[in-house]
């Protein structure tokens, strides 16, 4: 008698592995999700030192709680357009792995939604694009409330080079 695992295909074994809690944000009027269990906090905007010779989406580092923590700008990252903060803009410190270890980087967003749940029947594979186009970082697309939110694998938004570089500073 075949268990249930396997006789599932792979694009809902895939399903069931997406499922879970993600904190949503917006971006650009978009919403995104990250897997809650890579959110370390949430907290509004600091005072960030830039730090020379690092790409545009690099911010800087912050000081938090006496330890520094680099900072990316998720709009220039995904090469939106680059928007003024406000008093909705926040930081969300997650947890990486990078090419050594896992370090804890802090992405600003324009604004934190809300902790969903999401079944993984809800979850489609991400569209092809074309083969000029990098998707590899999303992990998903929940559809949700006649909506779709893209859900992003943290560890895949940044290449190894740039976490590389934010594991040096």
Known sequence: MQSDAAAMNKGERASVEREGKYLTFTLADEEYGIGILRVREIIGMLPITSVPQTPAFVKGVINLRGKVIPVV?????FGM????????????????????????????VDAVSEVVNIKGDDIEDTPTFGTKL??????GMAKMGGGVKILLDIDRVLRGSEMAQLESI
């Open 81 to 108: 357009q680059e928007m003024e903060y406000s008093e909705r803009t926040s930081i969300i410190v997650v947890e990486v792995k990078g090419p050594n270890s896992y370090i804890q980087i802090g992405i600003v």
């Open 73 to 77: 700008d998720l709009r220039l990252k």
């Open 134 to 139: 990098d998707t590899e970082y999303i992990l």
